[in-house]
């Protein structure tokens, strides 16, 4: 079942088992807040049972394009289109987020963003490859973040 994420009152609802669960539930309050804000789009995620070809989807993208496996668990997912581009998310037990990027129309513009929940480390399959910026956010405290553009056609 599919539910919209709330960035005023953040739930922790469906990300129970992360031991960051506070800091991811403000990070996907964070994305929800955005989109809101920036499309009128309101965020909406499902729990990975419900939405395994998401998963697969950026699974693929990964795998394709740096050989990258997350050995998490992942919990919730979330795919739409906003002007002329396709955001894939997907939110995982340790507090990583993993966001695809991709512009309908412009091959140039797609990309893969990692971002890390305040209190996680850098998950093993990605600290050798990224390096990782902090930004702060009222919802989600210090977020780290990375990226790294999509080459390939999904």
Known sequence: M?????FVNVSLAGLESSPVSKSLAGLRA??????KNKYNHDFTVSPVSESKEVLDYVTKILQNE????????PLETTQFVVEGVKWTYVFYESGLSINVLYTLDN?????????????????KELETKFKFVRQKSKLAGTIRGSFFVIKGEY
């Open 30 to 35: 964070n994305e929800a807040r955005y989109f």
């Open 107 to 123: 091959p140039k513009k797609r990309a893969v963003g990692f971002k890390l929940s305040e209190g996680m480390d850098v998950p």
């Open 2 to 6: 599919a539910n919209i994420v709330d």
């Open 66 to 73: 740096r050989n990258i496996i997350i050995s998490s668990k």
